[in-house]
């Protein structure tokens, strides 16, 4: 048992999603929806299938003939847009066994510039309709070290408690010894929490841990608290809480 809640549904299951989806490339929108479909390929979130008559049609070029998959038969497509050609960017279904699939498009998230959920950016992939992600402060006392150092504590974290992910801990700045962390340029983005404005690696002696802590100075309005705090991945460091040392999660988590 790993203490965090597991995922609420299984692969290739599929829901209606009751907002307004829309992708751009290169200036243009490429596809805008009212009637998309959630479709779990894995547990851990869904993605976006459009209906085919949601896409403008006049930018998909056919790459492959209609191949057989666990989801259906689909048709290989690229996205032309002006002098922008995204290869292997999307999947038309002709035919599907799962209910609704069947007439819908997968774009590959990387091939569209941005995505919009009504007139909001979403990162990374859809947001899970079944994953909480809760920003709540706290008097517990969090330690962080690595190798016997301490990297930060602090009596006033922000807990994040993210539905099948381990606890994640903000810490003031103030709160962090920034003498043994070094800036970095790694940048990443999250579909709750938005682009990290920071990261840093850990030096202790002659050990460097890359990119062990990071922070989103102007995280997504649902994960205010945490804006401009510092978090350390739980897997590479030595956390206590109240004095009680934390376990290190097994498998790698996002942040």
């Known amino acids: 048992m790993s203490g965090y809640p597991a995922p609420a549904v299984k692969a290739h299951h599929v829901e209606p999603v009751p907002r307004r989806v829309r992708a751009i490339v290169d200036g243009e929108t490429i596809l805008d929806t009212t009637a998309a479909l959630y479709v779990w390929e894995s547990e851990r979130y869904p993605q976006y299938y459009i209906p085919r008559a949601d896409i403008r049609a006049d930018l998909l070029v056919k790459e492959q003939d209609a191949q057989s ?11 032309r847009v002006g002098d922008v050609e995204r290869a292997h960017a999307a999947r038309v279904f ?52 690595l190798n016997g150092v301490v990297l930060a504590e602090s009596d006033a974290p922000v807990m994040v408690f993210e539905t099948g992910l381990p606890t994640r801990y903000y810490l003031d700045r103030t709160a962090v010894n920034f003498e043994h962390l070094e800036p970095t340029d790694t940048e990443t983005s999250c579909p709750y929490k938005g682009t990290t404005s920071g990261y840093w690696s850990a030096r202790i ?15 997504t309005r649902e994960l205010l608290p945490i804006a401009g705090l ?21 498998s790698p988590f996002s942040r």
């Open 69 to 79: 998959s666990p989801l259906g038969t689909a048709e290989r497509h690229a996205l």
């Open 205 to 219: 002696g002659e050990q460097l841990e890359q990119d062990i802590a990071w922070a989103y100075d102007f995280p």
């Open 94 to 145: 002709l035919d599907s066994p799962i209910p609704g699939v069947a007439g819908t498009v997968r774009v590959q998230w990387g091939a569209a510039d941005a995505w919009y959920e009504e007139d909001e950016q979403v990162f990374v992939h859809p947001r899970n309709p079944y994953a909480r992600v809760d920003a709540l402060r706290s008097s517990r006392i969090v330690r962080v070290e």
């Open 230 to 250: 510092i978090a350390f991945y739980n897997e590479r460091v030595d956390i206590a809480i109240d004095g009680v040392a934390q376990e290190r999660p097994q």
